[in-house]
């Protein structure tokens, strides 16, 4: 029984790390202070979060369509922080920058909508969620063992 209770709390964390409004920055502590193993976490929170990150890459142009039949809303304090940062320091920048400021999935739709290339953005964000995933995991891990003692 315990074997299954434990299957569902990494499957629960592969599934919230891969909703995009829930980001791994949240989930990989979430997922060690409750006591999970801290490598299963943050390879099931990057394998999450990266696997809709592809789809939204690989359907982007459905998600255009989509996103042009709604109402144009005002742009959002985070969407211009990115676009800034997209400026100045382009591609790299903000898939780097995007976990912790967007969101890993805003960012790259931010990224794709301002020109950058599909194959370049599924690098470039894999890279940075899976530095954002061994900070977070680290930090978490020894976060948590400090309050331990």
């Known amino acids: 029984m315990d074997f299954f209770l434990s299957l569902w709390e990494y499957i629960v964390i592969f599934i919230l790390a891969a909703v995009p409004w829930v980001e791994i920055l949240i989930i990989i ?25 592809y789809l939204l890459i690989f359907f982007f142009e459905k998600y255009e369509q989509w996103r042009a039949k709604k109402k144009k809303k005002k742009e959002k304090k985070r969407t211009k922080r990115a676009v800034e940062i ?50 977070l995991t680290i930090s978490s891990y020894y976060g948590v063992d400090l309050f331990k003692r």
């Open 29 to 53: 502590p979430i997922g060690i202070i409750n006591g999970l193993n801290p490598i299963l976490v943050g390879l099931l929170s990057f394998l999450g979060n990266l696997s809709t990150v």
């Open 86 to 135: 997209w400026n100045k320091y382009g591609l790299p920048g903000l898939s780097l920058a995007g976990p912790f400021l967007t969101g890993a999935h805003l960012a790259v739709v931010i990224a794709i909508s301002l020109g950058a290339k599909k194959k370049a953005t599924l690098v470039w964000t894999t890279i940075s969620l899976a530095l954002w995933t061994i900070l």
